[in-house]
């Protein structure tokens, strides 16, 4: 193994370092106050297995609410918030085929955002490449597992209220588009993208105050119309 490769992974891991640990202590201290009977075990395990900060924000109020959700809406909610990973994939498809499954299947596992950008940006080729995705992987993956097992502890002797800190990952994507706006090409589609979820909300708490928790389904499914109704563009090539 070379310690060169292993030292360009973690210091390229290093911004991931500083976001996982903060949001994974928000996510465990989360849990802590949330659900009962969540401990240290229960968020490293959910961590390790679930690797998707997103989607682990929103099974904190399934677990909270168990009773409103059923196996099968559980299920579809993961699918559509992780969907986003299945086009990840795809440019390491010509590369990943060639490895053994039982070295593709953590490698698919633990591909996350950051993990993928970083992958993406590493300009080497054949093992050096492999060691270092694999290590950045599985550097990530440690960030995450102990940020939540952190969170927990910490969130279990708190001695004031954490209500509210659910908001950490809302501001996480806030601060993305708000990086993204300020190309004027992104302007538009976020304008959209906001005026579509907040008609989604407002529709959901007017027609469905029971199920207005469950948005996320009504909002992808227009989404999906949208892009269903929505025609090609035609190139025009000529001159």
Not at 60 to 85: E, F, G, H, K, P
Request: hydrophobic content about 55%; some cysteine.
């Amino acid at each position: 193994m070379s310690l060169k490769t292993v030292r360009a992974a973690f210091v390229s891991s290093m911004p991931v370092l500083m976001g996982y640990l903060t949001m994974g202590m928000a996510f465990g201290i989360l849990l802590a106050t949330q659900v009962k009977g969540a401990n240290g075990l229960t968020a490293a395990v959910m961590s390790f297995f679930t690797i998707s900060g997103s989607m682990q924000f929103a099974a904190v109020d399934m677990l909270r609410n168990a009773a409103q959700y059923s196996l099968w809406t559980t299920a579809l909610l993961a699918l559509l918030i992780n969907i986003r990973y299945c086009v990840y994939g795809l440019p390491f498809l010509g590369v990943w085929r060639h490895y053994p499954w039982w070295l593709r299947a953590p490698l698919i596992l633990g591909l996350t955002d950051e993990s993928y950008a970083i992958a993406c940006a590493s300009r080497r080729h054949g093992k050096r490449q492999l060691l270092f995705v694999c290590c950045v992987l599985f550097l990530d993956i440690a960030y995450w597992v102990s940020g939540t097992v952190i969170g927990n502890l910490l969130g279990r002797h708190l001695p004031f209220s954490t209500d509210g800190i659910e908001f950490a990952m809302l501001a996480l994507f806030v601060v993305i588009l708000v990086d993204l706006c300020r190309e004027r090409a992104n302007r538009l589609p976020a304008c959209i993208g906001g005026a579509v979820t907040a008609l989604v909300i407002a529709v959901a708490m007017l027609c469905f105050p029971g199920t207005a928790n469950k948005t996320l389904l009504i909002a992808m499914a227009l989404i999906v119309l949208i892009l269903a109704l929505r025609a090609p563009r035609r190139h025009d090539n000529r001159p």
